[in-house]
């Protein structure tokens, strides 16, 4: 059944839901169809691969055969408070043995269900306003399930929650969507990982909404490994309420065309709002990243810091605005993207951008194409290291600059591991 | 220090704000048509190829559509129907002052054009609405062979130098204005410099609208051979009109081999002026290109002077200040075309935005596939001085290859309130204290014009600053 031709009534998906949100995703469903494709000079779409958009040879993922090797192989970062495991949108696995009560950790299905406040107050409540509205229209017409997670008030959850996505089968297409509430308060860790079960062309269109609270904390982290066929969407959106803190970190080691959307709203005064991307771009890979810093209140702080390794014939596309609307004054906001080319095929792009309505701000943005540093490599080849494993160690130490923004020694080193492994395989 | 100050700000503009009626003798009326530009090139008795060229734009002009896409939506508010695109009172410009006719001689006399001619220039053209009203070029750099007329003069009188590179910096088609330029040009200047020429004083050009609802189109040629140098000043004033006016120039610079250009710019259009103008420079083998643009007048201004750095070695720079006052929009920055190895080029831009004003800086740096060596920096600040002031940067910086090394730093700020305690300890008014710390953000920019240039800079940033505080 292909995506963009099978309405929602035709895919059966509906029973899975209650009726409000049947109707909901025919609305998305209409939504989608009313929406223009992205054209040539559309600005959210400037320097992109239009041709990565045409979807239409895509279907829709069939449940898979073989769970339990999908679950062999989610190997997880040692202490965990929960782990779920969709497979083709299927939960396969959902061991929470280590959550503190009154957490709710549910498919959203059953969020939906159960919880409908709860749910309709943060389910994709913002406008997709990063280039990808028709693509989340999609998403929302055709979502089977989920994660639903939702932290009350004070409630500190210590080690973290990993949720995995596989996706299996070719030419097809999974809908993740991961949603977190965190109360006043409240504290929690949770990894999105992205996974092809084989060498496959698939596509996914993920959703993730991140609500943190007054005084809350998040970290949150997405580690996308598609198959270096696949065509991916991360649209992402992030509300930060009074003197909570989110930081969120994008790790991209795989797909062929990967966008990327990260929307932060700076709700509450002395919000803040750390955004993290670590972008080793290999083969003809092209990551295309949007994202928006707005600060709707005084003495707020975002930063943003974006690292891009280019190497082979890749190409990325960075377009970052910070905006301070009016009367968020005493704003804080940076903004840094920076390109390592490895490569004389790379490309990379950048359009850092600010608008600032408010006075009594500093804000300030940065972008830096460079090659690997000739100092540094002679420094390690007089020291007997090969010049590919020198080139190697200074891209995972640019890198590494990035992981360190994270406050969690275990979470960074467990990551370190994850993109060691990526860095050695990808020569 | 009070962040909610008076937004209304009276602009001094007195200088340029006024206007005679005129009788002109050839007036192409109101409104666009393919009769509109065979009337100018009729009236201006154009040669074929010019008449095509000009079609060739208006066609164009009617295809492109408004790149509101991007740029504001305040374009919309030109009303092409209502413009006048050709008045003058003849074709010849006058070649010396007692010749111009009495009121525009008037006019630029307020202005201090001919004694700023007498103090330091080496040539100057003034042009009156469509036309060139004076050009004189000193004795002394004329027998050197320096050639410097209007642009009618120049495409009938050197025909050979000036097809060559007319339309091939900034094609018609690069823009919706740039093709109306092409369809309706009129007046600006054509320039030579012969090779190994180093023209010692600047060669001045003074724009002049004088008429409501005119629409100037003025035309610039400069091709500075080899391993010569000049420098290239103008000016722009208008009478503040009722209703809003159209300025849409077109401005070309060559610099062959070694060659140096630097063309300054200080714009202070009334503010009801549409101020669209594309300025793009080639920079051949280890030529530099050097654009020093300073906006503080218009209603809207868009302008992003360009480099091309097409040969081995060569330079681009931009020095930008802009000033947006109530009701302004300063949209300007740069392109950079690295298109040789080892081309270098430099952005420096600072805003400063108050009352209700809005600057933008939009920037674009493009570095292609299998060049080394190249190197671009850019850096931007940005001053806002009021709660209701905006600014914004939006630069595009493409990188392929490696062995280039490209840096982007922008930077918002405002003045700290430290400096004005400190400043209004020592007995200084707070507007004073004010004036003073904007002429600061931007004195390491205003130094690089010349002197006479500065010194009425700091002046209309003065008078720009007066009552901005409360």
Same mark, same amino acid.
């Given at each position: 059944?292909?995506?963009?031709?099978?309405? *929602?009534?035709?895919?059966?998906?509906?029973?899975?839901?209650? $009726?409000?949100?049947?109707?909901?995703?025919?609305? !998305?469903?209409?939504?989608?169809?009313?929406?223009?494709?992205?054209?040539?000079?559309?600005?959210?779409?400037?320097?992109?691969?239009?041709?990565?958009?045409?979807?239409?040879?895509?279907?829709?993922?069939?449940?898979?055969?073989?769970?339990?090797?999908?679950?062999?192989?989610?190997?997880?970062?040692?202490?965990?408070?929960?782990?779920?495991?969709?497979?083709?949108?299927?939960?396969?696995?959902?061991?929470?043995?280590?959550? *503190?009560?009154?957490?709710?950790?549910?498919?959203?299905?059953?969020? !939906?269900?159960?919880?409908?406040?709860?749910?309709?107050?943060?389910?994709?409540?913002?406008?997709?306003?990063?280039?990808?509205?028709?693509?989340?229209?999609?998403?929302?017409?055709?979502?089977?399930?989920?994660?639903?997670?939702?932290?009350?008030?004070?409630?500190?959850?210590?080690?973290?929650?990993?949720?995995?996505?596989?996706?299996?089968?070719?030419?097809?297409?999974?809908?993740?969507?991961?949603?977190?509430?965190?109360?006043?308060?409240?504290?929690?860790?949770?990894?999105?990982?992205?996974?092809?079960?084989?060498?496959?062309?698939?596509?996914?269109?993920?959703?993730?909404?991140?609500?943190?609270?007054?005084?809350?904390?998040?970290?949150? +982290?997405?580690?996308?490994?598609?198959?270096?066929?696949?065509?991916?969407?991360?649209?992402?959106?992030?509300?930060?309420?009074?003197?909570? +803190?989110?930081?969120?970190?994008?790790?991209?080691?795989?797909? /062929?065309?990967?966008?990327?959307?990260?929307?932060?709203?700076?709700?509450?005064?002395?919000?803040?709002?750390?955004?993290?991307?670590?972008?080793? !771009?290999?083969?003809?890979?092209?990551?295309?990243?949007?994202?928006?810093?707005?600060?709707?209140?005084?003495?707020?702080?975002?930063?943003?810091?974006?690292?891009?390794?280019? !190497?082979?014939?890749?190409?990325?596309?960075?377009?970052?605005?910070?905006?301070?609307?009016?009367?968020?004054?005493?704003?804080?906001?940076?903004?840094?993207?920076?390109?390592?080319?490895?490569?004389?095929? /790379?490309?990379?792009?950048?359009? *850092?951008?600010? $608008?600032?309505?408010?006075?009594?701000?500093?804000?300030?943005?940065?972008?830096?194409?460079?090659?690997?540093?000739?100092?540094?490599?002679?420094?390690?080849?007089?020291?007997?290291?090969?010049?590919?494993?020198?080139?190697?160690?200074?891209?995972?130490?640019?890198?590494?600059?990035?992981?360190?923004?994270?406050?969690?020694?275990?979470?960074?080193?467990?990551?370190?591991?994850?993109?060691?492994?990526?860095?050695?395989?990808?020569? | 220090?009070?962040?909610?100050?008076?937004?209304?700000?009276?602009?001094?503009?007195?200088?340029?704000?006024? #206007?005679?009626?005129?009788?002109?003798?050839?007036?192409?009326?109101?409104?666009?048509?393919?009769?509109?530009?065979?009337?100018?090139?009729?009236?201006?008795?154009? @040669?074929?190829?010019?008449?095509?060229?000009?079609?060739?734009?208006?066609?164009?002009?009617?295809?492109?559509?408004?790149?509101?896409?991007?740029?504001?939506?305040?374009?919309?508010?030109?009303?092409?129907?209502?413009?006048?695109?050709?008045?003058?009172?003849?074709?010849?410009?006058? #070649?010396?002052?007692?010749?111009?006719?009495?009121?525009?001689?008037?006019?630029?006399?307020?202005?201090?054009?001919?004694?700023?001619? #007498?103090?330091?220039?080496?040539?100057?053209?003034?042009?009156?609405?469509?036309?060139?009203?004076?050009?004189?070029?000193?004795?002394?750099?004329?027998?050197?062979?320096?050639?410097?007329?209007?642009?009618?003069?120049?495409?009938?009188?050197?025909?050979?130098?000036?097809?060559?590179?007319?339309?091939?910096?900034?094609?018609?088609?690069?823009?919706?204005?740039?093709?109306?330029?092409?369809?309706?040009?009129?007046?600006?200047?054509?320039?030579?410099?012969?090779?190994?020429?180093?023209?010692?004083?600047?060669?001045?050009?003074?724009?002049?609208?004088?008429?409501?609802?005119?629409?100037?189109?003025?035309?610039?040629?400069?091709? &500075?051979?080899?391993?010569?140098?000049?420098?290239?000043?103008?000016?722009?004033?208008?009478?503040?009109?009722?209703?809003?006016?159209?300025?849409?120039?077109?401005?070309?610079? &060559?610099?062959?081999?070694?060659?140096?250009?630097?063309?300054?710019? &200080?714009?202070?259009?009334?503010?009801?002026?549409?101020?669209?103008?594309?300025?793009?420079?080639?920079?051949?083998?280890?030529?530099?290109?050097?654009?020093?643009?300073?906006?503080?007048?218009?209603?809207?201004?868009?302008?992003?002077?360009?480099?091309?750095?097409?040969?081995?070695?060569?330079?681009?720079?931009?020095?930008?200040?802009?000033?947006?006052?109530?009701?302004?929009?300063?949209?300007?920055?740069?392109?950079?075309?690295?298109?040789?190895?080892?081309?270098?080029?430099?952005?420096?831009?600072?805003?400063?935005?108050?009352?209700?004003?809005?600057?933008?800086?939009?920037?674009?740096?493009? &570095? @292609?596939?299998?060049?080394?060596?190249?190197?671009?920096?850019?850096?931007?600040?940005?001053?806002?001085?009021?709660?209701?002031?905006?600014?914004?940067?939006?630069?595009?910086?493409?990188?392929?290859?490696?062995?280039?090394?490209?840096?982007?730093?922008?930077?918002?700020?405002?003045?700290?309130?430290?400096?004005?305690?400190?400043?209004?300890?020592?007995?200084?008014?707070?507007?004073?204290?004010?004036?003073?710390?904007?002429?600061?953000?931007?004195?390491?920019?205003?130094?690089?014009?010349?002197?006479?240039?500065?010194?009425?800079?700091?002046?209309?940033?003065?008078?720009?600053?007066?009552?901005?505080?409360?």
């Amino acid at each position: 059944m292909s995506i963009t031709t099978t309405s *929602p009534a035709e895919t059966g998906n509906s029973t899975n839901w209650p $009726e409000w949100f049947s109707n909901d995703q025919n609305g !998305a469903w209409e939504l989608f169809q009313s929406l223009p494709q992205p054209k040539r000079n559309d600005e959210p779409w400037r320097f992109a691969n239009l041709k990565a958009l045409d979807l239409s040879d895509f279907h829709l993922a069939v449940p898979i055969q073989d769970a339990a090797s999908l679950i062999t192989r989610s190997l997880a970062h040692t202490n965990l408070a929960a782990k779920l495991i969709f497979a083709n949108e299927v939960l396969i696995h959902n061991d929470q043995s280590g959550l *503190p009560s009154g957490v709710l950790l549910l498919p959203l299905e059953e969020a !939906a269900k159960n919880h409908e406040e709860l749910f309709r107050k943060s389910f994709m409540t913002s406008d997709v306003r990063l280039g990808s509205k028709k693509f989340a229209a999609l998403h929302r017409a055709h979502l089977r399930s989920g994660a639903f997670v939702y932290v009350p008030q004070g409630v500190v959850i210590e080690q973290p929650i990993e949720i995995w996505h596989w996706v299996e089968g070719e030419n097809a297409t999974i809908f993740p969507h991961t949603l977190i509430v965190l109360e006043e308060g409240a504290s929690a860790t949770v990894v999105d990982h992205f996974v092809s079960s084989r060498d496959e062309r698939s596509l996914a269109i993920a959703v993730n909404d991140l609500t943190v609270g007054t005084n809350a904390k998040l970290h949150y +982290v997405g580690v996308q490994e598609w198959s270096d066929k696949a065509t991916a969407f991360h649209i992402n959106t992030t509300e930060v309420e009074k003197e909570g +803190v989110s930081t969120a970190l994008q790790m991209n080691l795989g797909g /062929a065309y990967v966008r990327g959307e990260s929307d932060s709203h700076l709700l509450g005064e002395g919000s803040r709002s750390v955004m993290l991307s670590i972008n080793p !771009a290999t083969g003809n890979r092209e990551i295309d990243q949007r994202t928006f810093q707005d600060h709707f209140a005084p003495r707020a702080t975002s930063d943003l810091l974006y690292h891009n390794a280019l !190497a082979d014939s890749s190409r990325t596309i960075f377009a970052g605005l910070i905006k301070v609307e009016e009367h968020a004054h005493e704003t804080d906001a940076y903004q840094k993207v920076r390109n390592l080319m490895l490569s004389d095929e /790379a490309e990379a792009n950048s359009m *850092p951008g600010l $608008e600032i309505l408010a006075d009594n701000v500093r804000c300030t943005h940065g972008a830096t194409s460079g090659e690997l540093n000739e100092d540094e490599l002679f420094y390690m080849m007089a020291r007997g290291i090969g010049p590919k494993q020198a080139a190697q160690l200074i891209v995972r130490g640019f890198f590494g600059t990035v992981l360190e923004r994270l406050e969690n020694e275990e979470l960074q080193a467990h990551l370190g591991e994850i993109l060691d492994k990526k860095l050695s395989t990808s020569e | 220090m009070s962040t909610e100050t008076k937004p209304d700000i009276d602009i001094d503009r007195s200088v340029g704000d006024f #206007r005679y009626e005129m009788d002109y003798a050839f007036d192409a009326g109101v409104g666009l048509t393919e009769a509109t530009i065979d009337y100018i090139s009729d009236v201006k008795g154009d @040669p074929d190829w010019v008449r095509a060229f000009r079609k060739e734009g208006y066609r164009k002009f009617l295809e492109k559509p408004m790149p509101t896409h991007w740029a504001t939506k305040d374009l919309e508010s030109i009303v092409f129907e209502n413009i006048r695109y050709y008045l003058s009172q003849g074709q010849v410009p006058k #070649r010396t002052w007692d010749e111009v006719p009495d009121d525009i001689k008037r006019t630029f006399e307020r202005l201090g054009i001919p004694e700023q001619e #007498r103090k330091f220039l080496s040539g100057v053209e003034a042009q009156f609405d469509s036309e060139a009203a004076y050009s004189n070029i000193k004795a002394a750099v004329g027998e050197q062979g320096v050639i410097f007329v209007g642009s009618s003069e120049g495409l009938k009188e050197h025909p050979e130098i000036f097809k060559k590179w007319f339309g091939k910096v900034i094609p018609s088609g690069d823009n919706k204005f740039s093709a109306l330029n092409s369809a309706v040009f009129s007046g600006g200047s054509f320039i030579y410099v012969p090779p190994g020429v180093k023209v010692k004083h600047p060669l001045q050009a003074y724009f002049r609208i004088n008429a409501q609802n005119f629409g100037q189109f003025e035309r610039t040629l400069i091709i &500075v051979d080899e391993g010569a140098e000049l420098t290239y000043m103008e000016g722009c004033t208008a009478p503040k009109f009722e209703t809003a006016t159209l300025h849409s120039a077109v401005v070309e610079l &060559v610099a062959m081999k070694g060659a140096k250009i630097q063309y300054i710019t &200080v714009q202070n259009w009334s503010s009801n002026v549409f101020n669209l103008v594309t300025k793009r420079g080639i920079a051949h083998e280890d030529a530099e290109v050097k654009w020093i643009d300073c906006n503080i007048g218009s209603r809207l201004t868009m302008k992003y002077p360009g480099v091309v750095m097409k040969g081995k070695g060569a330079r681009g720079e931009v020095v930008s200040i802009a000033l947006a006052g109530d009701g302004q929009h300063q949209d300007t920055g740069a392109k950079m075309i690295h298109a040789a190895d080892n081309t270098t080029s430099n952005i420096i831009s600072k805003s400063i935005s108050l009352g209700t004003g809005r600057a933008t800086y939009r920037g674009m740096v493009h &570095v @292609p596939k299998h060049l080394k060596g190249c190197k671009n920096n850019t850096e931007c600040d940005a001053l806002l001085i009021n709660s209701h002031s905006r600014t914004d940067t939006y630069p595009a910086i493409s990188v392929r290859g490696q062995g280039n090394a490209v840096q982007h730093e922008a930077s918002v700020s405002q003045i700290s309130a430290e400096q004005i305690f400190y400043m209004q300890q020592r007995g200084l008014s707070e507007a004073a204290a004010m004036s003073l710390a904007v002429n600061g953000f931007v004195n390491d920019l205003v130094q690089q014009f010349p002197m006479e240039y500065s010194v009425e800079l700091k002046r209309l940033i003065d008078l720009e600053m007066e009552g901005s505080v409360g």
